[in-house]
Nanobody, 126 residues
Framework: QVQLVESGGGLVQAGGSLRLSCAAS????????MGWFRQAPGKEREFVAA????????SYADSVKGRFTISRDNAKNTVYLQMISLKPEDTAVYYC???????????????????WGQGTQVTVSS
């Protein structure tokens, strides 16, 4: 069982920045693929960003490309989502997720992940 602890959400004005953190258990964290998803009220969960264990390859949804950066610190078993130039449309509950075996091809699909965090609220005011 992989346990996740998320932090960093909050309320910011449009144009502001936040950094989300997700600490994961597991001695093989360095072999996990990690992802961030978000869900706004009344909408389906959508992909935000992902980072693979192999070479630290990253991918992003078009809506956040150029504004969000996903990174990881394997020594701390932690993945981060640095968000800048936030927009009201970014308001959502953000979830981190784990592909435990680091084997999935399509990390934009929620079905590729084995474990999920509890979510952290990000609210961007206009």
């Amino acid at each position: 069982q992989v346990q996740l602890v998320e932090s960093g959400g909050g309320l910011v004005q449009a144009g502001g920045s936040l950094r989300l953190s997700c600490a994961a258990s597991g001695a093989t964290f360095s072999r996990y693929n990690m992802g961030w998803f978000r869900q706004a009220p009344g909408k389906e969960r959508e992909f935000v960003a992902a980072i693979r264990w192999t070479g630290g390859s990253t991918s992003y949804a078009d809506s956040v490309k150029g504004r969000f950066t996903i990174s990881r610190d394997n020594a701390k078993n932690t993945v981060y989502l640095q968000m800048i130039s936030l927009k009201p449309e970014d308001t959502a509950v953000y979830y981190c997720a784990v592909d435990k075996y680091g084997s999935r091809w399509n990390l934009a699909a929620s079905t590729s992940y084995d474990y999920w965090g509890q979510g952290t609220q990000v609210t961007v005011s206009s």
